[in-house]
């Protein structure tokens, strides 16, 4: 059973950055494409950031690009979400997600999902 587990969110003021880690067990992070998404009060769960497999490519919303960079560590089972020049709409619950199949900016193309770690910034 692959399970993902997501830390080092928090609250922080505007301008702040944070560094979001997830850690994948059950399975080696390397036969996933790797994503994070996030879910603020009252809205759907969107996409944020995704990294393929071979680290090749990289999506990112519009609205993070510049500000956000995803990695993965594939050595220690890793991915890490780095956010940067934060803002209070970047408010939300992030979660980590992978995918057995390919790259993906849809809810649908992950397979497994962590819990969400929430990420609090005020103005």
């Known amino acids: 059973q692959v399970q993902l587990v997501e830390s080092g969110g928090g609250l922080v003021q505007a301008g702040d950055s944070l560094r979001l880690s997830c850690v994948v067990s059950?399975?080696?992070?390397?036969?996933?494409?790797m994503g994070w998404f996030r879910q603020s009060l009252g809205k759907e769960r969107e996409f944020v950031a995704a990294?393929?497999?071979?680290?090749?490519?990289?999506y990112y919303k519009d609205s993070v690009k510049g500000r956000f960079t995803i990695s993965r560590d594939d050595a220690n089972n890793r991915v890490f979400l780095q956010m940067d020049r934060l803002k209070p709409e970047d408010t939300a619950v992030y979660y980590c997600?992978?995918?057995?199949?390919?790259?993906?900016?849809?809810?649908?193309?992950?397979?497994?999902w962590g819990k969400g770690i929430l990420v609090t910034v005020s103005s």
């Open positions: 990294v393929s497999r071979t680290r090749d490519d990289r």
């Open positions: 997600a992978a995918a057995d199949t390919y790259l993906s900016r849809q809810r649908a193309g992950y397979d497994y």
């Open positions: 059950g399975r080696a992070s390397t036969g996933y494409a």
